[in-house]
């Protein structure tokens, strides 16, 4: 049996013994690695994911009346581990299916949580493809997409769709290109003698207080940048404004050099006569008097987005040693860009002692786990450093209906 059978499995089990009857539907999602494109999907710029072999599975059937119960493997081992928050992701996604309780909810992982490899995304995807089919509702896969990134948002993260699309979406063997304007997807074959290693810094990444309110104050940011590049050209950045609306050119590089290295939302928005509203949302992402690092911001997400472009060429033509060289850029601007630890470093550069060709944080960053890239023959001798081999896997499934 494999990982997923196993995991389904589990939630099933789960389900009977604690609410006495089986479970009418289950829905298996996998996490995801992101391979390059690092906080460019909410600037609407490509990304590289690629949905790993790592499972969370939601088992749902009839609960009490205008309730939700829920319970995980996790909380009903009491020497698992502590999975902080998670019903927040299932009231959400219950919420985001259209139903207002009497359903009940089992789940079962073998998916790290808060390690940035998506488990809230994996959750949320699978909890709203089990209650929706459950209740005959025949969602297309794009609106499943929407409905988990609506659910996510709700809880105040203002991320982009990466997660949420690889995860519905990603095919076996393959990484998936996405692009968000025009919207657009394709999948790029991983070549088979190339190893995807993933590590954990051992740091947990939540999506919680602190972590949050850094991966907010960097949309802010991204969004003061496209704001002050628009003005200069004499475009309009959209609304959010987004650094892909004017992405492109090859006169931007320079003109972001002429960015403040720092400047408050409220700043800009008296500079260019804005709406602060647009900028830093309702209630405010961050305080508007606070300055953000904004050339940094839009030098990292600008340069990120060309190293989509060179890394899916690179997966294309079988250039590992490129591939790994652009893996190390992205980490180095990300260092900058301010959402790498020391940690990260640490176990960047043993990995790359290690026979890695490259390695880089992955997802948010502020902990989590790296992904490394090595050649099939070292993976051992790599993985020997810590992780393990991700393989490229499908996107979420379900089975059974209502009985
Ligand atoms: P993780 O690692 O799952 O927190 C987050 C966002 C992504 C993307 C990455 C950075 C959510 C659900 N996920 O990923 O959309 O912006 O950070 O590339 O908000």
């Not at 309730?67 to 996790?74: E, H, L, V």
């Amino acid at each position: 049996m494999g990982r997923r059978e196993r995991c389904a499995e589990g939630a099933v089990d789960l389900f009977q013994r604690r609410f006495g009857a089986p479970p009418e539907t289950v829905a298996v999602a996998p996490g995801r690695v992101n391979l390059i494109g690092e906080h460019t999907d909410y600037c609407l710029l490509p990304v590289l994911p690629m949905a790993i072999d790592r499972w969370v599975a939601v088992a749902v059937g009839s609960g009490p009346e205008g309730r939700i119960g829920a319970i995980s493997t996790a909380e009903d081992d009491p020497d698992g581990p502590t999975v902080e928050g998670w019903t927040r992701y299932v009231s959400a996604a219950v919420a985001a299916s259209g139903i207002d309780g009497g359903v009940a909810v089992a789940v079962d992982a073998d998916l790290p949580a808060a390690g940035g490899l998506s488990s809230s995304s994996a959750l949320t995807v699978a909890v709203i493809a089990a209650i929706t089919t459950w209740a005959g509702l025949d969602l297309e896969p794009d609106e499943l997409v929407r409905r988990a990134v609506e659910a996510e948002r709700s809880l105040g993260v203002a991320g982009g769709e990466m997660d949420q699309t690889v995860i519905v979406h990603g095919r076996a063997g393959t990484a998936l290109r996405v692009d968000f304007l025009p919207p657009g997807r394709r999948t790029v074959p991983v070549p088979d003698d190339w190893t995807v290693l993933l590590a954990d810094t051992g740091v947990p990444a939540p999506k919680a207080a602190g972590a949050r309110r850094s991966y907010n104050a960097r949309v802010v940011a991204t969004r003061l940048g496209a704001i002050l590049l628009a003005d200069r050209l004499g475009m309009d950045a959209g609304s959010p404004p987004a650094l892909g609306r004017i992405a492109g050119g090859d006169h931007l590089a320079a003109l972001v050099e002429d960015l403040p290295a720092q400047i408050s939302s409220a700043e800009v928005v008296r500079l260019v006569d804005g709406d602060l509203h647009a900028v830093v949302g309702e209630p405010p992402l961050v305080d508007p008097a606070v300055p953000l690092s904004v050339r940094d911001a839009a030098r990292h997400v600008l340069s990120e987005a060309i190293r989509v472009d060179r890394f899916e060429e690179a997966m294309r033509s079988g250039d590992l040693d490129g591939a790994g060289i652009l893996l190390g850029d992205s980490q180095r601007s990300l260092e900058r860009f301010g959402v790498s630890t020391p940690g990260i470093e640490r176990l960047v550069a043993r990995l790359q002692a290690g026979g890695a060709v490259g390695a880089r944080l992955t997802g948010a960053g502020f902990g989590g786990h790296v992904v490394a890239l090595c050649r099939r023959e070292r993976a051992a001798e790599v993985a020997a450093v810590g992780g393990f081999a991700a393989r490229a896997s499908d996107g979420v499934s379900v089975s059974w209906g209502r009985s």
